[in-house]
């Protein structure tokens, strides 16, 4: 089971890229970033704001604050009332919605083309005039508890996995949740949402991405007209907050109300250098290794532990090779089988990097990851939301949109003897992080930890 | 990843009439229906292929035995091993998918259109001529058994399945859609040959197909892949869905969130009460962030993340179903306040201002329905599996532009009675 953030760097990265050819470019005087990507297949266009703000630039007491924000973006500004936003949205036959995460946070609409200028004018709108009043912040940290609730509190394997990135990361930020700490929301104010927008919510801290049936000369100058007047702002320091050197296997538990246990490893590795020019080779092969041991049912995770041993009902591998923070995880995560131990997979995992090495990878293994790149750079160009998607993200942390092209070209050149290398080099215990479930049976009458919480 | 809303899937599929998407349709010699859509700006093709067979298909003593054959489809064909066709599958470049509900059981294939033949004849292959390799059964059989013993202890799970039985008893939509633990237990191979011969015959099936392909070889195809098929199915109808009896059910459980289920069975697909009910529920509960139910239950109260409101039409009545998770100290005030809004909708009705934003967001929106090669699978898919009329995407505008507030009420009144009304709520304090 893998957790959506994770689920999606490594889907953007395993399916990747369409041809970059006609993305058009400018940056207005403000500073704000703009893309065009051109597909006149549908009167469709998505339009996507990306803020280079995301979970990784708060501070201890104040977790979650970015997606917090993000909630109180939809509450109104000097000129819109709380939802109405949406109702326009929605009026005008458009989607929208928005998310957060570690690295940064976009609002999206996708409208009928003609729309358009609707989405334009309020985007822009709550980029520089958002009001948080205190009665609308007071109703929405609820929501934003519930969502936790939801999403972590009540699931077993995304506590696992909030153990383990707080476990693998001390001192980097990448060690909080997203969502947020619930203690943190519980003493979260207004006044924190505000100070977060006054810090990060400018153009030059934001990206505009705009795909579909458009030209580009008419949305430059939407652009310019909506987003031209908004003044840019001095966006404070950010510090490095480098990981702190670990020197040993790190290992914790989580017992939740479970039938079965679940088992999640994450060797610290290093993600792709914002310097292209610097030398790529570990990212690439540790890219390929990740979908050869786990890219379909028959690579050799899944083969190996499911189909051939039955050792685990599910096992797969995930490598986030873009971050904006500089170093990521190459997780492993499996469910074992009822009567195979947590130890048992966690050894058969090491087995199967054992394997590989000593004995590499085969040429076919190769070829089909090469292969499934090549196609999926057809497929993507099916969704002209995934386009835009992939623009965003990449800018927003830090890399060229034109490194898609470049990411074909070194998939191809990735060789066996450099994932034996990687394998190797990474895949040590001074570098792993080990969380498993120990499942609970349902007791009806245990009451959810941590102090009740009261309002 | 966090997003602001949980987007719950409407299972209304809408569309509305759209100039450019012509639709070639016709019925193979075996009777299977085929919707096409011919489209070459992307060098890619995909297809599906959608037979009745899904979960409400099964007897209760062998509950899950449409599910395995669904699953086990992909695990072995022709002499070639699971491990094999996945590998040609992968150096083609090719995507295969597999999808199961109560009603149909179908399977999917995107490859680029210059593999298409190769990745086609394999595609053909897994379909027509699936081993049920016994070894692999079992093996398939102890991860279905676990996972079903997990998923009874997570709420969502519990809440979902005690709904469905409570709405539909005895009625194969009762019977969970991959079966028991017990029921799984007793499958054997010559159960899946069985089903597989009565169920995944060519007549009563159908294939869509969007992409880059010329009329001629997606007529071949569709004969290629009915010809191969079993020919002497069973052509069962499923049973008319009785009104059940109310149902209160509360279940405990340790989770911090309670998890509301509360609804009844509903309508069929082609119920004549669609257009008023479809375009009410998008003003009540469907209409994500602009719904009614969000604005009382999220925005004014800050209860939920999550609140929402849906028909499903199936085959035979499926269930309008209303859900949320709040923490449970408030599921009481929760529920509370969602009786009330669909009460005050039942009996009011939407205001012409919500109609207007309602139906300006489904003629509007309706590009985006289907701006992808993806989507227009999806939608074909629906249409030919049920029987749709060929011009639904033409009229479909015009339907949804003549529903009236009036039409609505009187729609609600008749078929939504609150009395009727079951729920179960899962870790309720």
Known sequence: ?455 | MFIKFFICVSLFFVNLSFAALKIDSWTTKEGMKVFFVENHDLPMLDLEVNFRAGSAYDQSSSSGLASMTNHMLFLGSDGITEEEIVNQFAILGAETGSDFDSDKSSFSLRTLSEKKDEAFKLFKTVIHKPNFDQEILEREKQRYISSLKQSDTQPDSIGSKAFMKALYSDHPYGLPNDGDVESIALIENTMLKNFYNDFYSANGSSMVMVGDISKEDAMKFSSEISQGLPSNGKNSQLPKVNKPKVTELTIPHPSSQAHLFYGFPSIKRSDNDFFPLYVGNYILGGGGFVSRLTGEVREKKGYVYSVYSYFMPMQESGPFQIGLQTKKEQIGPAFDLVKKTVKDFITHGPTEKELKAAKDNMIGGFPMRIDSNKKILSYLSMMAFYDYPLDYLETFSDKVNAVTREDIMEAFQRRVKMDEFSYVIVGAS
Do not use: C
Request: hydrophobic residues 40%; glycine residues 6%; without cysteine.
């Open chain 1, 1 to 455: 089971m893998i957790v959506f953030f994770r689920k999606l760097i490594y889907f953007l990265f395993f399916l990747p890229t369409l041809l970059f050819a006609q993305v058009h470019q400018k940056t207005l005087d403000n500073g704000l970033k703009i893309f065009v990507k051109e597909d006149h297949r549908s009167p469709v266009v998505v339009s996507q704001v990306w803020y280079r703000a995301g979970s990784i630039d708060e501070v201890n007491g104040k977790t979650g604050v970015a997606h917090v924000l993000e909630h109180m973006m939809f509450k109104g500004t000097k000129t819109t009332k709380p939802g109405q936003f949406s109702e326009v949205i929605a009026a005008a036959g458009g989607r929208e919605n928005a998310f957060t995460g570690a690295d940064y946070t976009a609002y999206f609409q996708t409208l009928e083309k003609s729309k358009l200028p609707i989405a334009m004018k309020m985007e822009s709108d709550r980029m520089q005039n958002l009001l948080i009043k205190k009665e609308e912040f007071a109703k929405e940290i609820n929501v934003v508890m519930e969502e936790r609730r939801w999403r972590t509190d009540d699931k077993p394997t995304s506590q696992v996995n909030e153990l383990m990135q707080s476990l693998a990361f001390v001192s980097h930020p990448y060690g909080r949740p997203i969502v947020g700490w619930m203690n943190d929301l519980e003493n979260m104010s207004h006044e924190d949402a505000l100070e977060w927008y006054e810090n990060w919510y400018s153009p030059n801290n934001a990206i505009l991405v705009v795909a579909g049936d458009v030209k580009p000369e008419e949305i430059f100058a939407l652009a310019e007209k909506y987003y031209g007047p908004i003044p840019s702002k001095t966006i404070k320091e950010r510090k490095p907050q480098i990981e702190a050197e670990q020197m040993g296997v790190r290992r914790a538990e989580v017992k939740a109300p479970s039938k079965l246990s679940y088992l999640q490893m994450a060797y610290k590795v290093p993600a792709l250098d914002k310097d292209l020019t610097k030398n790529s080779t570990d990212v690439y092969a540790l890219e390929v290794l990740a979908g050869i041991l786990s890219n379909t049912s028959a690579s050799r995770l899944n083969q190996s532990l499911v189909n051939d041993q039955g050792l685990a009902l599910g096992a797969g591998a995930s490598y986030a090779m873009i971050t904006r923070g500089g170093m990521s995880l190459f997780e492993f995560y499996a469910t074992p089988s009822e009567g195979a131990s947590v130890i048992d997979v966690e050894d058969a995992i090491k087995k199967e990097v054992e394997k590989i090495i000593q004995s590499g990878v085969t040429d076919d293994e190769l070829n089909r990851i090469k292969t499934s790149v090549i196609a999926s750079k057809v497929y993507q160009q099916d969704s002209v939301f995934y386009q835009a998607m992939q623009i965003g993200q990449l800018e927003t942390i830090g890399y060229p949109y034109t490194l898609m092209d470049s990411y074909v070209e070194n998939v191809k050149k990735v060789t066996s003897a450099q994932i034996q290398a990687v394998a190797s080099k990474y895949f040590v215990d001074e570098r792993l992080t080990v969380v498993t479930l120990d499942p609970q049976p349902v007791d009806p009458n245990s009451k959810p930890k941590g102090k009740p919480h009261v309002h």
